[in-house]
T-cell receptor, first 114, second 113 residues
């Protein structure tokens, strides 16, 4: 099993450009999450999807949109990238939106906005 | 909203030394507590977790953590570290009932052979 996969691994954007970060899981999990990791800041939740067909804002949703395309896939879109969005983005999934279920993380996407 | 504090962001120690990383959280209700580890170039992975019961929790690779409710703390310990413990360690909290993790800023631990 691949677990949680993310594409691309690296990306450089110019201010104002748009892009979509892809995330897929093959564990038949119901819940999926997007986090960003900044140096000295830990991980912060951007958006989550408790189950297929639902999405909700996390701690830092401004400048992002998400789509839960199906049970496997959860994408994160930057409509107009800003330098403040330079970060490492992690996708995670769990069997359900309950702390009793471990979250499994993907390898991350390193995004630089110039 | 809950918040998580981790101190001493950078820790350097020699093999066989003992490690203790502090974690304090602020939240008025019942919480679930976690420690995650990120080895260089690898995914975040769960080290250990606490939900209820015995406040001393044992995890993988010889790590343990103690929940002290009165101090709102969940400190991570390992009696004797190895070079392979070089990693970044994150404490995380969720309120009872969901899985939306609030992370601390992390501790970068370097173990010198």
């Amino acid at each position: 099993n691949a677990g949680v996969t993310q594409t691309p691994k690296f990306q450089v954007l110019k201010t104002g450009q748009s892009m979509t970060l892809q995330c897929a899981q093959d564990m038949n999990h119901n819940s999926m999450y997007w986090y960003r990791q900044d140096p000295g800041m830990g991980l912060r939740l951007i958006y989550y999807s408790a189950s297929e067909g639902t999405t909700d804002k996390g701690e830092v949703p401004n400048g992002y949109n998400v789509s839960r395309l199906n049970k496997r896939e959860f994408s994160l879109r930057l409509e107009s990238a800003a330098p403040s969005q330079t970060s490492v983005y992690f996708c995670a999934s769990s069997a359900a939106d309950s702390a009793f279920y471990e979250q499994y993380f993907g390898p991350g996407t390193r995004l630089t906005v110039t | 909203a809950q918040s998580v504090s981790q101190h001493n962001h950078h820790v350097i120690l020699s093999e066989a030394a003992s490690l203790e990383l502090g974690c304090n959280y602020s939240y008025g209700g019942t919480v679930n507590l976690f420690w995650y580890v990120q080895y260089p170039g690898q995914h975040l992975q769960l080290l250990l977790k606490y939900f209820s019961g015995d406040p001393l929790v044992k995890g993988i690779k010889g790590f343990e953590a103690e929940f002290i409710k009165s101090k709102f703390s969940f400190n991570l310990r390992k009696p004797s570290v190895q070079w392979s413990d070089t990693a970044e360690y994150f404490c995380a909290v969720t309120p009872l009932g969901n899985n939306r993790l609030a992370f601390g800023k992390g501790n970068q631990v370097v173990v010198i052979p």
